[in-house]
Structures are given as C-alpha cells and as structure tokens.
C-alpha cells in the first residue's frame, strides 16, 4: 500500500521556480534603461572641446554592455553607427544653445534616447597657420614660391587674415603684413634656411609655423652620366671612366668639369677632361658618384655600379723545416703548408722540390705538402719550393738547412701548444733539443712573472729567459719545455761534458759539429745555457750553473754565474 503526502509549496516560490526553470530572470523582466547623458564642461566657448559621455546607472549583470549613436549636429540624421564607446568628443563652433542626442540599444533590444541643450558662447583662437614651398628644394637660383593659402581661422574668413614672412631666421621680417597669402624669394647662396610664416586675424591673435628648405647647388636640369671601358676589368686593368655623356637640357654647349668619388678611396678631380683612367686596388662591387659641375658653380650627380675581376695573384710559397741544421743521418721534415694563395686554398696547390737548390727538380708537380729528405753528402743546401695555384701563377721560396759530417742520431719534436718544431740529437744516453727553446709565454703568465722571456730576433735564435722567474714559473707547477721534457740540471749538463772531446770542444758543440748539439752565436763572441740548479753563495755571480761558449775558448765552461741573467734554453728529454 503507497501512502501519498501533499506538499504546500509558498505562491511566490513557486512563481520564482517557474521562472528559473524558463530560463527567466525577473530583474530583467523588470528593467527599463535609466540613462545619463553628462557633458564635461556643461557650457562653454567656441573654442573648446566638449567630453561627453553616456551611462546607465542600473544596467544588471547580465546587460554588461550596450551601444550608442550619437546626434551632435542638431540635424536630423545620425553622425554614426552603433558602437560600444561610451564617450566622445565635440567641438561647436557656433554660439547658441545647442542640442545634442544619443540613443541607447541594449542587448535585449530596448532603446532609450537621450537629449542635452548645451550652451556655447562665442570664444576666439588663433589663425591655424599653413604653408607650402615650392618647389621643395632648390638652387641659389631658383625663384620659390611659399603660400600660405592653405591657413585658415575658426572664427574668421580666410579674406580677414593677413599675413607675413621671415626667409632667413635673423630675428627680423622680410614682409609687413599683407592680404596675399603668397610670396616668391631669391636666395643668394646656398644653405638650409629656416622659414617663419605668420598669420593674424582680425582680433590680432597670431599663429606661426616653420619649415626647413634646402638651397643647395644642385641643377636638376645637368644630367650626368657615365660609362667604362672594360666590362670584365681586374684589379691589375685601367678602367676609362667616361663622362662625356653629360649634357644640360637647357643649354647643349654648357661645359662641366667633373668630379670623381669612388666609395672607400677618396675624390678625385674636378678634371676639365672628361676622360678619367683608374686602376682599382680591390677587387669586388664598386659605387662611383660623378659629379658635373657648370661655370657658375652648379651642379648635379649620378652614381653607378661597376664590378671589379679578382686578381689571380702568384701564390705565397712557403717553407717549414723540423731544424734548419742537422748532419748525413739526419732524415729532415719539410712541409709546403705554410703556402698561401688569394684564390687556392693549399690543399689544391701544386708544389715541387729542389732539395739540393741546384736548379733541378727532385720531385714532379704533386699536392702532398709534406716530404722527408735525407742529404748524402754534408754541406749547406737551400731547398727551394715552387708553388703553382689554380690559374696556373706560380712562385719559388728558399729554405737553408745546413748539414754536418756528424753521424750522431737525430730526430724532431712538435711543441703541440705552438705547434714549432725543433731539431733533437742524441749525444751518449741523452736526447737533447738541437735548437734554442722559443716557446713564448701569454700575456697572462707575463703579467705574474714579467720579463720571464725577452726576444732579440727570436725567430732565428730562439728566446733568452731570465734564470730565476723561470725556475720560480717551473716550481709554480707549470714547464716552459715541451711536454716530455725539461730543464737541465747541472748534473745533466756534467753527464753530456763526459762526451765532449778535450780538444775542440768548442766547435764540437757549435753548428756543423761532431756532437750535432748545434750551439750559435746570437750576435755576440759568447753564448750561455742554463740550468735549474742554483746555489746559496754571498756573490750573485755565483749562484747559477751554467754551460757556454766562448770565441776565444777552444774549450766548453761550465761554471756559475748570475740567476738574475738572460740565458739561452736547451731543454733535455724526460727519463723513461
């Protein structure tokens, strides 16, 4: 058995539950627009700009926009179309009480218009003064008509204005006042002047504007022009750079001289002749502005365009040697790579050898850079480099190495931080370098340790160091030898004097010796090579142990001397 309850539901509910459920909201239902049309100032002159602005104070929530047209001419037509914007600017420019209207459409359709009488008195303002030039630039020559004609008043007829020019700005007036909006001036030289124009109207109230003009000494009338001899020039041609298409379209039989500018050099001329020869330094795209100039010092320009050939320039041959010095058994690396060409890379190059500079070529033409030679016979030898580059220019370089008697063991050592190369010897148990260390130090190092190196024409004889910053540089945890090997001791340098004879030591250390060490003079009777090793002693002259060689010493020193000196390096490879 189902029991059934009756629910008694209040009236009002149930009218509000109707309504949610329709979709239905009864604020608005209800509403009607109640619109407010303000405008700020609410009266005024003439001259003045009026803010006016629409509002609907009791707009819902779900009206949260609406649209306006406005009426602000008094006629019977809207100014526009509905927009959103509620506000908008007006200027009347008659006195008298007039009426603006606005009309409100709401998203659900309704329509509200709304009226306001505004009163305007009359109020008064300036001319809006206005001028033309013409023409807009011009020659000392030219007549130039400025007109005012374009000014006007809000108040007054354009035939109540008068009106006055300064064309120099000198603070003063060319003109009085005049009815005629329109002047002519004559300039006399050229310049950029300053244009004052000024209008008044009939309450004396004054407007002025200023424009700039260019008086220049161009002459649109002078036409320019110019051609070149060569089409396909290269920087090694002479280009005849011709102006002899020039003429005045007013006067055929006016002459010019000319003037030259070549982007990136200079000017050339004025010339009389036409006819200008010029040889370009670079090749590529080149702007050239002629200038034609006429007796009384007017003138016009042109600028073209002409492209310059690259040159094809004979190659930079170039030569690099393991060492320059070595004897019979001496397998020595040459390479060819330190070539250049304008247009070849190297690796496209052909080169050549002539080992023994004789004139007769070792090799045939091939793209390897790099060969290993062996002399038979001791002597001095220039090797000679012939590079040809792709547009078959060619060019020859010499190296000299000199080769000894000695049959002691050799080799070569790349310092992979500079990438040189020295010669090595092996003299008894010992690999030796067989030229000076020229390992250059950066900025930064010279800023911690300064003056640690010098050169005096380091690229022939290496760097001299400076004994006591190296050792400190070498005891900070850095090496100024390749890696691999390191500074003699004066125990190393006591080890290499077991093998040096007793009778011509000297020249048994020095280049083209038995022991291949290959010692030089650097421009002075005597050269010196250091060790690490120093001592405690009272006189600086002796703290520092040494190697050196004397021109008038037939024997080898190995003495102490002063840390504080220069010395020439020799570094000794690292024990295995």
Known sequence: MVTSYAIKVPKLLLI????????????????VPEGVLTSKPDSGLTTQTFDLMIDIPNLPTTQNEFYIRWNLNGDSLWDDSFTVYKTT???????????????????????????????????????????TINPPIGNYLTEFTFDGSATFDDEDSLTTLKYRWNFNDDGGWDTEYSSNPV??????????????????????????????????????????????????????????????????????????????????????????????PHVFNEYGQHKLILTATDEVGLSNSCTKELY??????????????????????????????????????????????????????????????????????????????????????????????????????????????????????????QWWMSDNLDYRVDSKTWKEYPHIQECYDCDLYGAIYRVDLAIEYIQDGNNLCPHGWHFPTKEDW?????????????????????????????????????????????????????????????????LWGDMRGFYYARCIKDEL
């Open 16 to 31: 509000l539950s109707v309504a949610l459920l329709m979709g239905c909201d009864p604020e608005q239902n209800d509403w």
């Open 183 to 276: 002047a002519k001036h004559v300039f006399k030289k050229s310049d950029n002047y300053s244009i004052l124009f000024s209008a008044i109207d009939p309450t004396g109230r004054i407007s002025n504007e200023i424009k700039t003009l260019e008086v220049n000494m161009i002459d649109e009338r002078i036409h320019p022009d110019f051609t070149w001899s060569s089409l396909n020039g290269t920087v090694k041609d002479t280009f005849l750079l011709d102006a002899s298409f020039t003429y005045h379209e007013t006067d055929p039989a006016k002459a010019f001289s000319y003037t030259w500018y070549i982007y990136g050099e200079e000017k050339y001329g004025p010339f009389t002749d036409p006819v200008f």
């Open 494 to 558: 006591l080890e290499l004097q077991k093998h040096i004879p007793v009778n011509g030591g000297r020249d048994a250390m020095m280049v083209g010796g038995m022991l291949g060490f290959n010692a030089r003079y650097a421009g002075f009777a005597e050269v010196s090579f250091f060790s690490t090793t120093v001592r405690n002693h009272f006189d600086n002259n002796q703290r520092q142990f040494y190697m050196g060689l004397q021109n008038d010493y037939d024997g080898v020193d190995f």
């Open 308 to 429: 310059v050939i690259k040159e094809n320039k004979p190659p930079s041959p170039g030569i690099e040697l393991s060492t320059p010095y070595g004897n019979i058994n001496t397998n020595f690396y040459i390479s060819a790579w330190p070539s250049r060409d304008d247009v070849t890379i190297p690796s496209e190059m052909l080169i050549r050898w002539d080992f023994e500079g004789d004139g007769i070529w070792d090799t045939g033409w091939t793209y390897e850079k790099t060969v290993f030679h062996q002399f038979m016979l001791p002597g001095t030898y220039w090797v000679t480099l012939e590079a040809e580059d792709e547009g078959g220019e060619k060019a020859m370089t010499k190296s000299r190495i000199m080769v000894s008697s000695s049959t002691a063991q050799t080799g070569y050592i790349r310092d992979m931080r500079d990438y040189k190369y020295y010669g090595t010897v092996r003299i008894g148990d």
């Open 89 to 131: 600017a007006w200027r009347f420019y008659k006195p008298g009480i007039h009426r603006v209207k606005a009309e409100i459409l709401t998203k659900d359709g309704q329509r509200l218009t709304l009226s306001r009488d505004i009163t305007i008195n009359q109020g008064y303002s300036p001319p809006h003064a206005s001028f």
